[in-house]
């Protein structure tokens, strides 16, 4: 048992090092590149990624659990964002876009 635990253990270290050079190597590479002013790949998804994912929370309840942008995720908690207001959005009609309708209440009232 010892001896097939070595056979499988040796092969898997060398290739566990061999995998983090490797990958140190490339972020080198990566980073040199990014300090030449390249962009990487890397680098330009994150960069994409920044808007999209700004102003917004995560809301958990229970297992679930939903992201919203801070505007909805106000008006669920009965504030008045009055930009939203204007354009006569409720918190009915953020969680009808949402899929979900909670029958016969008003949203941020018990």
Do not use: W
């Not at 190597?25 to 002013?37: F, I, K, P, V």
């Amino acid at each position: 048992m010892e001896a097939r635990r070595v056979v499988v253990e040796g092969p898997f270290v060398f290739l566990c090092m061999a995998l983090v050079v490797g990958f140190r190597l490339h972020q080198a590479e990566s980073d040199e590149a990014e300090r030449r002013g390249h962009e990487t790949g890397i680098t330009r998804y994150r960069r994409e990624l920044k808007p999209s994912n700004r102003d917004k929370v995560i809301v958990f309840l229970g297992a679930h659990f939903g992201i919203f942008p801070n505007y909805e995720f106000a008006l669920l908690c009965g504030l008045v964002v009055r930009e939203r207001a204007i354009l006569a959005e409720t918190p009915q009609t953020v969680l009808g876009r949402h899929g979900a309708v909670l029958p016969n209440s008003q949203a941020g009232t018990s």
